[in-house]
């Protein structure tokens, strides 16, 4: 088993600076149960602190609000990263975007690569969007910048 990290190594940090497939793990603020859900608009402001935008429509708000613990994998650099940290609202509503979103920062507090013993990661996964490319684009261009001025 892998020592934990305090942060994000600089090969990660630069890679969550793009758009990047994650997964985010939080407690269900009604049942107690844990949840995971992927989400593409996470962006590394520094290796101690990873911004996410979140529609208001989901879950995911509530269940960081009422528990801030999150737990983010992240496949990158030939490993599964899990980011284990806190979320904090940074703004609400995010400012910037065509509907109502809210932006959390998660504070790092310890970064494990979750493979099994023996692996390396030999591809990352892939996403296709299914709606307009030109509006996926917007959008996407909308989040990122609303989440760095946060």
């Not at 942060?7 to 949840?35: F, I, K, Q």
């Not at 109502?100 to 494990?112: G, I, Y």
């Not at 030999?122 to 609303?146: M, N």
Request: aromatic share 8%; with cysteine; proline share 5%.
């Amino acid at each position: 088993m892998n020592e934990a990290l305090p942060c994000l190594a600089e090969p990660l940090v630069e890679r969550l600076r793009n758009e990047t497939y994650c997964l985010l793990n939080t407690v269900d603020a009604e049942s107690g149960g844990p949840t995971c859900t992927a989400v593409s608009w996470v962006y590394a402001v520094d290796a101690g602190t990873l911004r996410l935008a979140i529609d208001h429509r989901s879950r995911l708000v509530r269940n960081m609000k009422v528990n801030p613990l999150v737990n983010l994998t992240i496949f990158a650099e030939e490993a599964v990263h899990a980011v284990s940290g806190r979320a904090a609202v940074r703004q609400e509503p995010l400012e910037g975007v065509p509907f109502s979103m809210c932006c959390f920062d998660v504070q790092v507090e310890a970064v494990r690569n979750a493979l099994f013993y023996g692996a390396k990661l030999d591809a990352a996964p892939t996403y296709v969007k299914t709606y307009d490319r030109r509006a996926s684009e917007k959008l996407d261009g909308q989040v990122f910048d609303a989440m760095k001025k946060a």
